[in-house]
């Protein structure tokens, strides 16, 4: 069974930085490129960012320059260097496949960014 499960989020001030984790059980992290999702409140799930199996990168136009992803395909684990943080980038965090293939989303981590 795939579970996955985000870490790292916080309460940071604009300008800050947070590091979010995703430790993936099973072997979604072998055949999938894998991507973070946020949500805001009373918003849909948005893909931010991306990367393939191969390591290429693609991000939203609202994060480019500002968010940078990483995988570690030893650890199963996919990362999310945030930086510059702004308010409107208060949202739950999440990771799953890119796209998306029907694995169960994990809880999430909370990203709050103060003015």
């Known amino acids: 069974q795939v579970q996955l499960v985000e870490s790292g989020g916080g309460l940071v001030q604009a300008g800050g930085s947070l590091r979010l984790s995703c430790a993936a059980s099973g072997s979604i992290f072998r055949f999938n490129a894998m991507g973070w999702y946020r949500q805001a409140p009373g918003k849909q799930r948005d893909l931010v960012a991306r990367?393939?199996?191969?390591?290429?990168?693609d991000y939203a136009e609202s994060v480019k320059g500002r968010f940078t992803i990483s995988r570690d395909n030893a650890k199963n684990t996919v990362y999310l260097q945030m930086n510059s943080l702004k308010p409107e980038d208060t949202a739950v965090y999440y990771c799953?496949?890119?796209?998306?293939?029907?694995?169960?989303w994990g809880k999430g981590t909370l990203v709050t960014v103060s003015s």
């Open positions: 990367i393939t199996t191969g390591g290429s990168t």
């Open positions: 799953n496949s890119a796209p998306l293939r029907g694995y169960s």
